[in-house]
């Protein structure tokens, strides 16, 4: 059967040219212009994966309610927030309310089909037992890779898919310096350098959650990250 | 013209400071003073002469209470005697205290117009003078005479062997009778006059005149005779004569002003009767001088000789002194002679005998005082002729006290005034001056800093015109903050906005890259592609300024090693920028400072690359960081093109760029504007200058640590 994904988004046009790459991909596609629709739908029949705007129609920060409306819902839902605003105040919040990425409309479709499909493959991984292959072990981390999850001593630290994806460069060779535009390119992502800033402080953080003392990602300054043991 | 216009346009002391403006204009306030001294003078010449026309309508008044009494004024009835003159005719002084009648004449004013000199046979010489006070006729005979012989004895006056020098003083009476007598001394002292009476029987005897008193006196030249007689023996005539012997007994040798002949007075006495005084003291007021003389100018009788009034205190000290310099130009301030003040009235009397009343005024016997006199004709009973002139006198100092005090106390109080106005001009001025500036400075200040302009001028409270220009200009700089932060956020906003519609061409075009076949148009896809990826680099280089506020807004501060980060750092931008070399000046010791080292090498990144930017392949790039205790300096020198003259810090702004240059990268000016962003976060300033040699620039931020 179909997957199908939920496109909430005013912009007509975009909409529809989402619509038309994610059909391309095989993906059944239901577009919504605005908050009230989507939720009606949603109430009647869930999606498996939604693609929401922060801006809707009238309701400039219509796309965060409907993301708590969702969770409400269906807690496992892969919810991806699109946004032309790429503030960080936007992030933050949107994380928060359990969104599993945050990206700007910048992003390539391929980009974009890249993490629909990464999402999904995740949803299908939680399903199945743990593949041992697929963890990579440092130290008090467990990475699996293919769940998209992230154990700091036995814990779980709730990582976005951009998030996941730099953690996952950075300790595929731990020790080794990631500039920005590597991180950026395993996150597949076209971010300034503000933003991977902004993203390995938000590693460091949901690391620190877990444990007061992580330090695992260093700066090398003028360079860009390593992960140290 | 041009100047002309000019100077009406901008003012004649335009080039003055606010506070000299005002400084001058505070000193008009010194006219007042000037004006106060002319209108004291006007007064003072109003009141004096107010007082000489008072004075002439007494003195007028008094010539009227005066007319036909040639009786008062020349014992006589008749007017043709008066008229004709005569060396003989004895003119008194008027003499203001009685004299002592003590064979001594010095205590009289001796003036020559009243002396008679006779000459005698042998060098010898004879003086008279002449002298009244109230009823008294006085008369000094100062005789020089080489052989002084005294009579022989008192008992035998008319005894010829004993008769020595003789003085005969010959009179008529009101009556028309003659009287001679003589003097004769034994040997000085008080002696009696005597006359020569002829009993029965032709026996002559000397007989004493008790009412006439006489002292005959030696003096180193001869002797003196002083002689008191009273006015009212006597006629219109009197004369003396002197006969002089070599011893006694022998021949007399007569000289005098009798007829020798028959001793008869032909040389007329100028004197008024004792009853003008009492006429005229009806009349007499304290400090007038009240003066009779005859129409020839001769002074008959002369009363209350103005008194220096009490209240006539000149006032002391600095001011006052200046005050009268300042005021007393004029000619009548000069001090007089007392011969010349009296040839001054001689002078006023001889034109009034003319027939017309007049006033004049000359200074006194003091500094400064004035005399002011008025003169009016005595005329005869018929009005035709003028036989006397009746002069009053009297000093005006008390208009001058008057003005003095009056002035003293104008000057004192204008001089006050012109020194309060000027202080308070001057003070003022300062706080004009000052706020002037303050608001000045602010409003400079205000708008040097674009980044965040404060709205708050000085002044803003006040209620003047200059609250209203601190309000103007808080206002304006309101518009300008609006204006610039408009600015500021144009480009992210501009970024925002744009994206949308991008995302639109973006994602139509990756559809139709996946749809469509035709190798045609997959160029043209592609090369729309290319346009709006650089479209999207564009947007992002706008959105740049806006991300970087934000991430300022969300930084936390730490403790870090700045020398390390540098040193990193630096290292990097040698593999970043192969064409370039690096050269990092960096202490050995860790730099602590406190801050967001991300922060840090994002500022270092903008200002590497505006080094690299601004310089040739091969240059050597240096990052020199200094460490003081309280701050860091970090600087990037490139050598390159200099910074264009009066850039200033507004390399500095937001969307501001002097490259002109275009390369494929998008440029909006934001990385300058970064890096005081950072620098500022810091608590720091960046500032822009050319190498000390002219061969590129330096960029440096102070950090505080």
Redesign the interface.
């Known amino acids: 059967m179909k997957k199908t994904i939920a496109i909430v988004e005013d912009e007509r046009a975009i909409r529809d040219n989402y619509a038309a790459a994610f059909s391309r991909e095989g993906y059944a596609v239901r577009g919504y212009p605005n908050r009230r629709e989507a939720m009606a739908a949603f109430t009647a029949r869930l999606p498996d994966l939604a693609v929401i705007d922060i801006s809707l129609e009238d309701e400039p920060e219509g796309g965060f309610e409907l993301c708590r409306e969702l969770r409400g819902l269906s807690p496992e839902l892969p919810i991806i927030f699109l946004t032309a605003r790429d503030s960080e105040l936007d992030a933050v919040s949107g994380l928060r309310l359990g969104a599993d990425d945050f990206l700007t409309k910048d992003l390539s479709l391929a980009h974009l089909i890249a993490r629909v499909n990464a999402l999904f493959r995740r949803v299908d991984a939680l399903r199945r037992p743990t593949e041992e292959k697929q963890v990579i072990r440092r130290g008090a981390l467990t990475l699996d890779s293919e769940r998209m999850s992230v154990e700091w001593n036995g814990q779980v630290v709730l990582l976005s898919l951009t998030e996941f994806w730099i953690v996952y460069a950075l300790t595929k060779h731990p020790g080794h310096v990631k500039n920005r535009q590597q991180l950026m390119d395993a996150a597949n992502v076209v971010l300034d350098d503000n933003t991977i800033t902004s993203h390995i402080k938000r590693i460091r953080r949901k690391f620190q959650v877990v444990d007061e003392k992580f330090d695992a990602v260093h700066t090398v300054y003028g360079m860009g990250y390593r992960w140290v043991e | 013209m041009g100047r002309i216009l000019d100077l009406i346009r901008i003012g004649p002391i335009s080039g003055f400071r606010l506070r000299t403006k005002l400084l001058l204009l505070a000193l008009t306030t010194l006219a007042l003073p000037w004006a106060g001294c002319q209108y004291a003078r006007e007064m003072e010449h109003v009141l004096r002469e107010s007082e000489m026309q008072s004075l002439l309508a007494v003195t007028t008044t008094i010539a009227g209470s005066l007319k036909g009494r040639q009786e008062l004024l020349f014992r006589a009835d008749s007017l043709e005697a008066v008229s004709s003159n005569n060396a003989r005719d004895i003119t008194p002084v008027v003499l203001s205290g009685a004299p002592l009648i003590d064979g001594r004449a010095d205590e009289w004013d001796t003036d020559a117009r009243n002396l008679i000199r006779v000459s005698g046979p042998g060098g010898d010489s004879m003086q008279l003078l002449a002298a009244t006070h109230e009823r008294w006729l006085y008369l000094a005979l100062l005789v020089r005479d080489n052989k002084v012989i005294y009579d022989a004895s008192m008992l035998a006056p008319l005894d010829s062997a004993s008769i020595g020098d003789r003085i005969w003083l010959a009179f008529d009476d009101k009556r028309g009778g003659q009287s001679q007598l003589f003097f004769g001394s034994t040997g000085g002292g008080t002696l009696r006059a005597r006359r020569i009476e002829t009993r029965e029987y032709g026996r002559e005897e000397a007989v004493e005149e008790p009412r006439i008193n006489a002292v005959w006196q030696r003096s180193r030249e001869g002797y003196v005779l002083e002689i008191g007689i009273p006015l009212s023996l006597l006629g219109q005539h009197i004369g003396v004569l002197i006969d002089d012997r070599d011893r006694r007994g022998a021949a007399r040798s007569s000289y005098g002003t009798l007829e020798v002949s028959d001793l008869r007075a032909t040389g007329r006495l100028i004197a008024a009767s004792p009853d003008l005084n009492d006429h005229l003291r009806q009349f007499a007021q304290p400090g007038v001088e009240l003066t009779v003389a005859s129409s020839t100018g001769a002074i008959l009788t002369r009363i209350d000789a103005p008194a220096l009034p009490a209240d006539y205190t000149r006032m002391r000290g600095f001011l006052p002194r200046m005050y009268r310099l300042f005021l007393d130009g004029d000619a009548i301030s000069r001090v007089m002679s007392q011969a010349n003040r009296q040839r001054a009235a001689e002078s006023l009397t001889t034109r009034v005998a003319r027939g017309k009343p007049e006033t004049a005024q000359f200074p006194g016997r003091y500094e400064n005082s004035v005399i002011v006199a008025a003169a009016a004709p005595i005329y005869s009973a018929d009005g035709k002729t003028v036989f006397g002139v009746i002069q009053l006198a009297q000093t005006a100092d008390r208009w001058l006290t008057l003005r003095d005090t009056a002035l003293t106390r104008l000057l004192n109080l204008t001089l006050f005034v012109t020194l309060f106005a000027v202080v308070a001009a001057f003070w003022f001025a300062g706080r004009m001056t000052l706020r002037i500036s303050r608001l000045g400075a602010a409003s400079e200040t205000a708008l040097g800093r674009e980044g965040n302009l404060s709205r708050v001028l000085p002044e803003a409270d006040a209620r003047d015109e200059l609250g209203d220009l601190s309000r103007s200009f808080s206002s304006l700089l309101g518009r300008l903050d609006e204006y610039t932060g408009y600015l500021r956020t144009l480009a992210g906003k501009l970024a925002?906005e744009i994206?949308?519609p991008?995302?639109?061409i973006?994602?139509?075009l990756?559809?139709l890259e996946?749809?469509g076949d035709s190798a045609n148009a997959k160029v043209y896809i592609s090369r729309a592609r290319e346009g709006s990826e650089r479209l999207?680099a564009i947007?992002?280089a706008m959105?740049?300024a806006?991300?970087?506020e934000?991430?300022i807004a969300?930084s936390d501060r730490q403790r870090f090693d700045l020398a390390?980060?540098v040193r990193?750092?630096?290292?990097?931008?040698g593999?970043?920028f192969p064409a370039r070399r690096f050269v990092a000046q960096v202490p050995d010791e860790a730099v602590e400072m406190t801050g967001a080292?991300?922060l840090i090498?994002?500022m270092?990144?903008k200002l590497v690359d505006n080094a690299v930017d601004f310089s040739a392949d091969g240059a050597t790039i240096s990052v020199v960081l200094r460490a003081e205790p309280a701050h860091v300096e970090l600087s990037v020198a490139n050598p390159g093109p200099l910074l264009p003259p009066e850039t200033g810090n507004r390399l500095f702004e937001s969307l501001w760029q002097s490259r002109v240059e275009s390369d494929k990268r998008p440029h909006f000016g934001l990385g300058l504007y970064i890096v005081r962003l950072i620098a500022e976060f810091h608590g720091g300033i960046a500032r822009a200058e050319n190498l000390a040699d002219n061969s590129g620039a330096i960029f440096t931020v102070r950090l505080n640590r």
């Open positions: 925002h994206r949308t991008l995302t639109i973006r994602s139509s990756e559809n996946s749809e999207g947007l992002t959105g740049a806006t991300r970087v934000e991430a969300h390390a980060l990193a750092a630096a290292g990097a931008y593999d970043a080292p991300d090498v994002q270092l990144d």
